[in-house]
């Protein structure tokens, strides 16, 4: 039974908006039966029904968009702290570290926090360059788009009542004004695709943990997810804090998307398993380093031959550019719901061959699967720029698939 009382309800007036409100509304279920341009709107969801007002230069605004919002909390028998975080994050994934820690006095040090804090914008920032490109290690040098998530779209939100519940919002941007649902679109919105990326990071961490507290050799470990030695390095940071028991995330997600992971929530490391994470890094490293064959020997030999001798672009990055040349490798995207995956197109650079990675959805990505088995030559187009001395060219449409469609006819 919902306790609280219509002022409590009434406070968040200031901190919500109409428009936020139908969002919400929308993401919920709800469907908008009416309108009076600029004065109200009336939502039904089964026998419910709510009027929202939009004229806020009415005076009596305030009141009614107080009794509205006392309407939700009711229908959804939510506090109002939990209904205010519930429609401001309608257009954003919720990110909680909680830490069981051994609390001196209800307080932790400052040192602490900022340790903490450090490490939650490490282990974001890392989740943000895999999410551009997936084959980072997830350091190294930041994209433009990466460097525009962490400054706009990554926010600390309101901690939560428990043992230090540190929260981060990963919000949409103003161009996903939309709901987006998994039928309708392939793209989803890179905000959500960086807290999808950094689900599925700790879910494989928390795997190998476990795999090697059974001790079960690390070549044997299969996931959905590489590791990500940036959210290893992070979270042995975090590990090392005095008084700490262990620690656990936990996601909150969007009700505007249909995809999510389906492992995800809460995923959590105990004291034992945090001291296995230096070990982890290590064996993980030497892991991935260690070529297993012949074939792969020559391949890693040649990776470190051109990691010493960066390829420079002969491409302005401003610059929309054609070329065409062999799909060399493709790397699917496991656990996505739009499917896709990465195409390694080698193309003419001076008198040798440079691989360019091209992200592609399911159809396209299908069609350049044909052309890497008929050995048929494609057309890629977009932009190309350098992560982690990769080329990788964007796009819109960069695959021209119709080209492919008449070769392979």
Known sequence: MNTHSRAEYHALVSLLSPPAVAEFLKSQGWDRVSRVEDVQEIWAHRQFRVMLPLATEYVDFEQRFGETLIALGRIYEWPPREL?????????????????????????????????????????ESAAIRTVNPTSSGGGRKSGRVVRYMNENAR?????????IF???????????????????????FAHRVAMTLARDLVATAEAVNQLRRGMPLNSYSSEQSLNPSVLKHLEKIGELPGLRGIEFSFTWSGAVDERPSRSTPITLDRPGLEQLSLLARTWKNLSQAPRTAASRMAHTEQERLELSPIESPFDESQFVELEGFVRSLSRHVGNASGGGIATVSVPFGERLVDISVALHEFAYGLAVEAHRQNIPVLIRGRIGRIDNELQLWGESPLDVEDIREKLN
């Not at 939100?157 to 043992?163: E, P």
């Not at 929260?167 to 919105?189: C, F, L, M």
């Open 84 to 124: 205010l975080e519930r429609i401001t994050t309608t257009r954003a994934d919720v990110i909680a570290l909680r830490l069981d820690h051994e609390i001196r006095g209800e307080t932790i040090a400052l040192s602490e926090a900022d340790v903490i804090v450090g490490a939650l914008r490490g282990i974001v």
């Open 156 to 164: 600390f939100g309101h901690t939560r009542a428990g043992s230090f």
């Open 167 to 189: 929260t981060v919002v990963s919000r949409w941007g103003s161009r996903d004004i939309s709901p987006v649902k998994a039928n309708a679109s392939p793209e989803y919105p």
